[in-house]
Each structure stands twice: as C-alpha cells, then as structure tokens.
C-alpha cells in the first residue's frame, strides 16, 4: 500500500513576542492511500496546526516550516502558494469543525457548491448545476434542488456539514482532512456523519485524516491512529492493535476519560489531571510526565525516542504499559 | 495607559506626536508671541514662507498664516471636539439603550437613524445653519461665536447618527452573549447590565470610529467655509480655506498651508483611532 | 396529549415543580412551539439530566425555569412559591435561587473583567458583605472550584482554556447558594479529557453546596456520570422520563435507545448493534400529529399518527410516552 501523503521530520514554529512556539516537533506519518488515520489529541497538542501545516495552509511571515510534506510524490513544502493551492479540491480537500463559518453566509448553497466544479472542472453552468444536485443527493440531503435554493443559516448544522463535505468531494479528493468534523454536533449527527464519511472514503476510494479530541470517535472510524501530546507524535498504531495493546500511559488515560454509556463509574470519574505543558517552556524529559501516575525519575530528565514495538506500532516512552495492563 | 502608549510604530507616535502639538497649540495659541490673526500686515501681504516676521507667509490679505494656523486649531480643534463627543455620547447613549430594549423603540430610533444617515452631511449641515444662524434682515450681524455654536450643532447631528448605529450594532453582538444571560439571573438590574457589561464592550468600537468622525468633521467644517456659511469671518482652518478659494492660483500657499495642516491632522486621527481599535480589540491585542 | 401527562410526578416535597410549560417563539412565517407541555418535579438533592438533540426544547425549558423569558403557560414552583406569578423586584430577587452554567465557556465570561469581579458580581448586585467579606468568598470558591486565588484573580478570561473558563463559570454561578443549579450543556464545548475533571467538579460542587441540578446534554454517555433521574425530550416534549439503571439498561422508547446507539463506543472490535437515526427532526414549526417521533420511529404505526401517547409507567420508576414501547 502507498501512501498518498508522506510526512516526514516535519516541524512548525511560530515566532511570537512570547517566544518562539514549536507548535509540531519533528512529526512523520504516512496516510496510505484510501486508509482513514486518526490524529487524536487534547487542544494544543499540535494536531490541528499539523494537518494545516501538512495542507500548506499555514502563511504569515512568523511561521517557519521545515521537513518535508509530500502528496501524490510531489513535495509541498517550499513550494510557491501557487503550485500547493492546485492540489486543493481535486487532490486534497478539507472540511471544518464549524460548518456555519465554513460556509459564506450570504451565497445559496448551491452556488458554494458549484463554484469548485466550475472553476476546478471547467463545467458549464448546467453542468455544475445538475452535479451538484447529485452531489447534495450522495450526503445524504432530502431534496436537493430546494437546498440548493437556501443559505447556510436556514439548514441545521448537520446538514451544512453535508454541504461542507458535499463541496469538499465536489473534485473527488484523493486525500480528506476532517478537522474535528462532528464536535459542533448532537451524538446523533455525529453518527450520521461519521456514518457518511465512512460510505463515501469505500466508494471514492479516498484516503481521510480525522483529527479529533475523542479516542471514542477514531475507534470505529480509522485504520491508524496517531496520538499527538504536545506537537509530538507519541504513540502510532494500526487502530486494533493500538486499542488492543496500548503502550502510552497518555493513551490509556485518554481512553479512561471518555464517558460511556455502559458501566456508570463508582464514584469520580477517571481524569487526566494538569495541562498540557507550556509550548514555549517545555519540560527537558517526557512532556507527559509531570500528569502520569507511571512517570519515574528518568522520564522528567531524558526525551523518549519513538520505539518501535513491531506491526506498525511506534511509541515514546520508557515505561511502556504490558500489555494486558489496560484490561483493569 | 502605558499599555496602549507601548508598542506604537513610527508612524503612530509620528501621528499621536501631530495630534498633541495641535491640541498644545490650540490652548497656548493666544499666548504665543505671533501677530494678530486679523490683523493684515499691508507692508507684507501675499509674502511666501519664511519671509521675516511671517514664518508661514500671509495671503492677500496679509493675514499672518501661522498665527491662523495656531489659533484657527483652536477654533477648528474645539468644533471637531465638541461635536464628536457630543454626539458620540448621545448616539452612543441611543444606540445602546434602543439595542438592549429591542421592539418599538429600537425600530423608531433606526428608521431615524437612517432617515438622517441619508441626508448628505453637507447638505445637513448647510441647512442648519440656514436655520440658525441667518438672519433675513441684513443689517442684523451674526457674530462669528454663534456661528461657531451653530456649526457644532449642525455637525453634531453629523456624527450622532453615524456613532449611534455604531453603537447599536455593537450592543446587538454583545447582548447575545451568554455572560448577559448570567447577569439577568444573578438578578442584575438593566441598567447595571448596560454600564458593567455592555457600555465597556461597546465603547472600543465607539472611540475608534469617533477618531475617524474627528476627521470628517474637521473637514467638513473647512467645506462648509468653503461654501460660505462656515465661521466665515472668524479665525478657523476652514475660514482660512474659505477667504482664499477665489486667489488660490495667484497665492498658492496660502492655500497650501491650512489645506496641509488640515490633511496631516485628518490622517493623523485617523490612524490614532486604527491603533487604538487594534489595541482595545480583545483578539487583535492578545497576540 | 401526546409526551405530556403527569403520571411520572412524584407529590411530596420537590424543590422544583414545573408543570404542563408551554414556550413558544414567533419567528418569521409562524409560530415555534418549543416545549410543549412539559411537567417535572425534582427533590432535594437531585440531579434531573434533560436529554435531547438540538432543537427539542431543552435548552428553552432551561431558560424558561429561570423565567428567561417566563413560560407562556403552566407554573414554574420553587420551594413553594410559583415563579410564574412574579414580576419585577420579587423575581429578581426569587431568581438569585437558580443560577445557570452556559454552554460556551468563553461567551459567558465578560471579557473585559477580572476573574475577580466576575465571580464577585453576584455578590456585588445583592450588596452581600462588606469589600473584605466578598474577596473572601471568593477566593474560597475559586479554591473550591480548584483554581488558584492568587494566581488568577487579576487575570481576565481570555487568558484561560476552555476548561478553566467553566470553573470560574461555576464559582461564579454558586456565589450566592443557589438551591437550583441549571447546567446546560457544560461540557460539550471541552475536550474529552477536560469533559470528566469538569463533571467531577459539579458532583463535588453540589455535595459541598448542597445543590440540585437540572443537567441539559445531548449526550447520554456524558450525563450518565452525574445524573439521578433522566428526562429525554423530542420536539418540545417527553418520551422517557425515570431512574438512569432503567433506562440505560432498558431504554423503553426507540428514540432513547437510538440515542444511547449514537454514542460512539472506544472499541473497534465492537459495534453498538443499534443502527443510529435516520434524519433530522422535522420542523418545530409543523410537528407530526399523534407522537411527534414517529416520523423517524422505527416502531411507527397508524396509531402513533392519530393517538398521542401519554407517560405511563412501564417498570417501576420508570416512564414511558409511546404506543409500542420497547420490550
């Protein structure tokens, strides 16, 4: 299997009056062509400045970017905005967390979606028009010529994700990143969406980057997980295998966090106590070590390397969990 | 204060410095060893800059330019002033309590909000002081003061409208927030509602256009000069514009220098209130 | 009367009754009917989860407890007093009983206060204590909501994460002892991994304050944790209302059980079983005759279209509002 995207040492600061901020420290990941990964991390962990970072959507003169991006075999970074922007749309699409800003609020939906195929595909107006209804129809919304009629404010927040992912599909993307695509939703839309997400990756045949806060969302959703703690990747893994055999204490505390429906916990729920640690000020050892009820002395004084477990599975610590340490 | 006086480009301290020497010029102007300005020189008029006892020059007239530089600030400086806070504090005053009562009021207060907002300034303003301050005898003199207080007026309904909706529109934003929520369940009365949490968010927004309004005030003050019915007579940038639209090509700088002093002042307020929005908006300012 | 009906309340000493609240919106083109009849009760110590989808009404019930705006009909009692017969100053001053913690954790902090004047304001509209007295109380409940006084008290919200924003939030919202405390939604803004520390916090928050909660989600998996006595609203009325065991284990209507199959499950070698629910909910504006869920009820029949369901008990303590109740 190939990837479709390479990422390799990739590493994001930003230059503030605070100091400079590695946002991504050194991250490689590969998104193999047609595969679903999941980029899971708390806020401010770097996943989503790394998938802007990955798309070369971050500009402004205090962002310095290193390492290499590659798509398709091209490499992205360094190239001029020009020659990225042409991946966009037919190579790589995206859709957002909030699918009402996502959107311009004064154009009919039907013209948002539209203007890809007309200007990415070159089709005349009725074109367009007609592909469009299809597109609206393939997301799953009811009677797409009166949605085509209407403005963002006048659909429900599901169905204007719909019509994010509707435009994102428009040029049938190789590669989607969903940012966070179901957290401004009910439960119930977040399944639907997930639902639709799935359908439509097995029929394009397109690869998807999920980045989300919610270990619960990738479980059922992905073929790779990526865990990000403080811009750095610090556990990888085909996603069975990752929940099966969880070596980041970060990771099992994630898991452990998340509310259910099943057992109602006796007592307090399990947290992760503290914060992330302070991007311009981070720790010399482990960043996870100051929140981890595993962490010993060497973990606050030397960095983990990423070891390799085998199967796929990388992570960064010196105190792996055993393996059927997390059935507890 | 130190906060917002910190981090100003070169450009800003240049603009802010402009603006302090204006205003230092408009208090201490009659205190300052310069000639009269009314008073012509008829040994020295027409003279060009740099011409002994006339820094500036005179015009035809031999009016002393700097001399009606410095005091017509005052003049020009206290109209802009005046009726930038006044109707800014009325507009803002309106807009916010119309906002924050919605129904019947609010719609009142906007269709007159509009209704004035579509009277061209100029217009607006020559029509005031048609109303107030001509007389259809003429032999009855209108003195240059109550000139002055009619201009004010007249351009105080200028900028009320222009603030008010700013205002308005501000309050819309902010009542919707939740904290407005929280503080009518705490039991918080309206009107302590209005002045802790919304006259302080909506007055960042208030101050920065009020800085541009200083701008078009100033000059509309000169165009009404220029029209005839501004403080003619009286001693004013725009007074100064006035009495020598009709030699311009035969004195040229003595158009140049109030039309200069004029445009550097209005660039000068309005790039003040750019920086200060910049530095009172909450999410410009944290990074 | 379809998802309406009063069989499931209790009598007894409720420190909040709300009976048969009707709230409706004029909007453009109609009339909204947000909450349709609606009537609880919830005893002293109790936390009551609202659970519904966007647009079911939870939220206005909410509000509409607080008289924020007050109900256009039925009573809203509070230790006895109807809060629906007040108006100006006894309002005021009966609302100080029920505070709310909002949603967004940002909008409901003023961003130009200090986190001291925002937790001590409610102290500061009632005149409670001398300067000293109040910077006191407040520090004791920063302290209780686990911040540090010192190290925020001169700091203003946008300095803080999401989840530090909804401890002040929560400081803030129990200053003056409230009897009631309204959560809407409060984690639903918050990582997963801050949705816990917070949840925890409101269980230690109402032990140490002696609170009664009314808990509004969209999530079921999130109010599991916390609450004592579950509520579940579609389209501004009641399908389900009784004890969490009940109704997690045996969720009676299908629209309960669709929303405990819509919580994704942190286990890829396990699916729910429970397909999730096609749609969306119709308009408020038009509802379905007979029960409003039918439309999308996979359990629907003629009947559900003609006849509204009413409340019965299904198991003990544990109600229903459908014609075909799950076995």
Same mark, same amino acid.
């Given at each position: ?328 | ?5 910190? @981090? ?155 603030? @008010? ?123 | ?33 947000? !909450?349709?009849?609606? #009537? ?18 939870? *939220? ?14 039925? #009573? ?68 209780? !909501? ?45 990582? !997963? ?62 629209? *309960?059980?669709?929303?405990?199959? #819509? ?65």
């Amino acid at each position: 299997m190939s990837a479709v995207m390479s990422i390799r040492d990739l590493v994001v600061r930003f230059r503030t009056p605070r100091g400079v901020l590695e946002a991504v420290r050194g991250v490689t990941l590969d998104i193999p062509e047609g595969a679903s990964v999941g980029i899971v991390g708390e806020s401010g962990s770097g996943k989503t400045v790394l998938s802007r970072a990955a798309m070369g959507l971050l500009s402004g003169s205090n962002v310095d970017r290193s390492g290499s991006v590659t798509f398709d075999g091209a490499e992205l970074v360094g190239l001029p905005r020009d020659h990225v922007r042409q991946h966009f749309g037919t190579g790589i699409a995206m859709i957002f967390q909030d699918p009402m800003t996502a959107l311009n609020p004064v154009r009919r939906v039907g013209v948002q979606v539209a203007e890809g195929l007309r200007i990415r595909l070159g089709m005349s107006r009725k074109d367009a028009a007609a592909r469009t209804s299809e597109l609206l129809a393939m997301v799953g919304i009811p009677d797409p010529a009166a949605a085509m009629r209407k403005f963002p404010y006048q659909l429900s927040g599901g169905m204007r994700q719909r019509v994010m992912i509707a435009i994102a599909i428009a040029c049938k993307p190789k590669l989607l990143f969903a940012d966070e695509p179901t957290t401004a939703l009910d439960v119930t839309v977040q399944a639907q969406i997930l639902e639709l997400l799935a359908g439509l990756r097995a029929n394009l045949g397109m690869a998807m980057v999920l980045v989300t806060h919610d270990l619960g969302v990738v479980a059922n959703n992905t073929d790779f997980v990526a865990v990000m703690y403080a811009g750095e990747i610090v556990e990888q893994a085909p996603t069975t295998e990752l929940f099966a055999n969880m070596k980041m204490p970060y990771t099992e505390a994630l898991l452990k966090s998340i509310p259910t429906v099943e057992a109602r916990p006796a007592g307090r729920l399990p947290v992760i106590e503290g914060r992330l640690p302070d991007p311009t000020d981070r720790p010399a050892g482990c960043g996870f070590a100051p929140r981890c009820s595993y962490a010993q002395a060497r973990c606050r004084e030397d960095h983990p390397p990423l070891v390799d477990a085998g199967n796929g599975h990388l992570y960064r610590c010196w105190f792996p969990l055993a393996a059927p340490a997390r059935r507890s | 204060m130190r906060r917002l006086l910190g @981090g100003m480009d070169v450009f800003t301290r240049a603009c802010a410095g402009w603006m302090s020497l204006m205003v230092l010029l408009a208090v201490v102007g009659p205190f300052l060893p310069l000639p009269d300005p009314r008073e012509a020189d008829f040994e020295a008029s027409a003279v060009g800059l740099f011409s002994p006892g006339h820094v500036l020059g005179t015009d035809s007239n031999g009016y002393d330019l700097l001399s009606n530089v410095v005091n017509g600030a005052r003049t020009s400086l206290m109209i802009a002033f005046v009726s930038v806070v006044v109707g800014g504090a009325l507009g803002a005053a309106i807009g916010i309590v119309s906002a924050y009562r919605r129904g019947r009021i609010d719609r009142v207060v906007n269709l007159l909000f509009n209704i004035v907002l579509s009277i061209p300034n100029l217009v607006l303003g020559l029509a005031l002081v048609a109303i107030l301050a001509t007389s259809s005898d003429p032999s009855v003199v209108i003195s240059p003061s109550r000139r002055v207080v009619v201009i004010m007026i007249a351009l105080t309904c200028v900028v009320l409208p222009v603030l @008010g909706r700013i205002a308005r529109g501000a309050t819309l934003t902010w009542i919707n927030r939740e904290f407005v929520v929280a503080a009518r369940s705490m039991g918080m009365r309206d009107r302590h509602i209005i002045l802790r949490h919304i006259v302080p968010n909506v007055l960042p927004a208030i101050y920065s256009v009020g800085f541009l309004a200083v701008g078009v005030v100033i000059v509309a003050e000169g165009a009404l000069s220029l029209l005839g019915v501004g403080v003619v007579d009286g001693v004013s940038w725009g007074a100064m514009i006035s009495r020598v639209a009709g030699e311009f090509t035969f004195v040229p700088h003595s158009m140049y220098v109030p039309v200069t002093v004029l445009a550097l002042t209005v660039i000068a307020s309005n790039q003040l209130g750019d920086y200060l929005r910049s530095r009172l908006d909450l999410r410009e300012g944290r990074l | 009367m379809a998802g309406t009906g009063t069989a499931h309340l209790r009598g007894g000493d409720a420190v909040l009754k709300a009976t048969d609240v009707n709230v409706r919106f004029k909007v453009p083109g109609g009339t909204v009917q947000a !909450v349709s009849g609606v #009537s609880f009760d919830i005893m002293r110590g109790e936390t009551l989860a609202i659970v519904g989808e966007s647009g079911c009404g939870k *939220t206005t019930l909410g509000k509409a407890i607080l008289q924020l705006p007050p109900p256009d009909s039925g #009573s809203v009692v509070l230790d006895g007093t109807d809060l629906t017969s007040l108006s100006g100053e006894a309002l005021r001053a009966a609302r100080t009983s029920i505070q709310m913690v909002f949603q967004d954790p940002i909008s409901s902090l003023d961003p130009r206060m200090t986190v001291r004047n925002l937790v001590a304001e409610p102290l500061w509209v009632w005149n409670r204590g001398s300067e000293d007295e109040r910077d006191a109380k407040v520090r004791e409940l920063l302290d209780a !909501v686990g911040l540090e006084p010192d190290l925020v008290l001169d700091r203003r919200s946008y300095e803080f994460s999401g989840g530090q924003c909804q401890r002040i939030s929560i400081a803030r919202s129990v200053a003056l002892e409230p009897a009631v405390l309204i959560c809407d939604e409060p984690v639903s803004a918050l990582d !997963v991994s801050i949705q816990a520390q917070i949840l925890n916090l409101l269980q230690d928050m109402k032990e140490r304050y002696g609170l009664t909660m009314v808990f509004i989600s969209h999530d079921l998996a999130v109010v599991r944790a916390v609450s004592t006595r579950i509520m579940v609203m579609y389209l501004g009325k009641i399908c389900e209302v009784g004890d969490p065991e009940a109704i997690y284990s045996r969720p009676a209507h299908h629209y *309960t059980s669709a929303l405990i199959g #819509s919580v994704p499950i942190p286990d890829p070698t396990r699916r729910t079983g429970r397909t999730p629910l096609r749609g969306e909910p119709p308009s408020p504006m038009n509802p379905p005759s007979g029960c409003r869920f039918r439309t999308r009820c996979p359990a629907a029949s003629d009947r559900c279209a003609a006849e509204e369901p009413e409340l019965r008990e299904v198991s003990p303590g544990q109600y229903v509002a459908c014609h075909h109740p799950r076995g």
